[in-house]
């Protein structure tokens, strides 16, 4: 069955960076793009960027251009965000997900990324 | 970042239908049929339910559909059960260059 399962919760440091892991299981990685989407506590969904796992061409929102790298590792089947310049605005849950056609099939379970302050 | 707007909560007793609706422009929504729905608990991460507009994943209940009509799409569910209690969040395909995805607000659902 697939299955995404992402890395554990993270406590950052202002201006900080964190780096989130998914990986990926029960189907062949790079068939499927994965995208990552956060939530703020209490907030929407929030949409930040995504990887054609495949060929590794990635595109970002517009939001957190230039702060957002999303990678894989096809030997370990796992894929990454990066988020850098944390401040308190980016304590949210972060989710991968991973799309089939215009839509996400299955979600991680999610990573709490928090401030120390 | 563009949203789509969805109200804020919808209540209903066992039993009854309710429906949720997601506004957007013709740049999403009402451009392209890629509108989904997600349903979250509380502490959970998100569940798919409708896809493409009014496909159902295998495992949901057809006590689960949806709809559009121009700009606005729509999640009914019929048979309310207190399982159904939780957040539902629309989702859709935009052709916003700075994007690839837009979400809804969320709605939060309440079985009375």
């Known amino acids: 069955q697939v299955q995404l399962v992402q890395s554990g919760a ?6 900080a960076s964190v780096k989130v892991s998914c990986k990926a299981s029960g189907y062949t990685f790079t068939n499927n793009a994965i995208h990552w989407v956060r939530q703020a506590p209490g907030q929407r969904l929030e949409w930040m960027g995504w990887i054609n796992v ?16 999303i990678a894989r590792d096809t030997s370990a089947n796992t894929a990454y965000v990066e ?3 944390l401040t308190f605005e980016d304590t949210a849950v972060y989710y991968c997900a991973r799309r089939l056609v215009r839509h996400f099939d299955y979600w991680g379970q999610g990573t709490l990324v928090t401030d120390s302050s | 970042q563009s949203a789509l707007t969805q109200p804020a ?7 009854q239908s309710i429906a949720i609706s997601c506004t957007g422009t013709s740049s999403d929504v009402g451009g392209y ?6 349903q979250q608990h509380p502490g959970k991460a998100p569940k798919l339910m409708i896809y493409e507009v009014s496909s159902r994943p295998s495992g949901v209940s057809n006590r689960f559909s949806g709809s559009k009509s121009g700009n606005t799409a729509s999640l009914t569910i019929s048979g309310l059960q207190a399982e159904d209690e939780a957040d539902y969040y629309c989702s859709s395909y935009t052709n916003d260059i700075t994007l690839d995805v837009v979400f809804g607000g969320g709605t939060k659902l309440t079985v009375l």
């Open chain 1, 83 to 85: 988020l850098s310049g």
């Open chain 1, 10 to 15: 993270e406590v950052k440091k202002p201006g």
């Open chain 1, 54 to 69: 495949g060929n590794g061409n990635t595109k970002y929102s517009q939001k957190f251009q230039g702060r957002v790298t």
């Open chain 2, 33 to 38: 049929n890629y509108v989904s729905w997600y």
């Open chain 2, 9 to 15: 909560s919808v209540s209903g007793s066992p039993g």
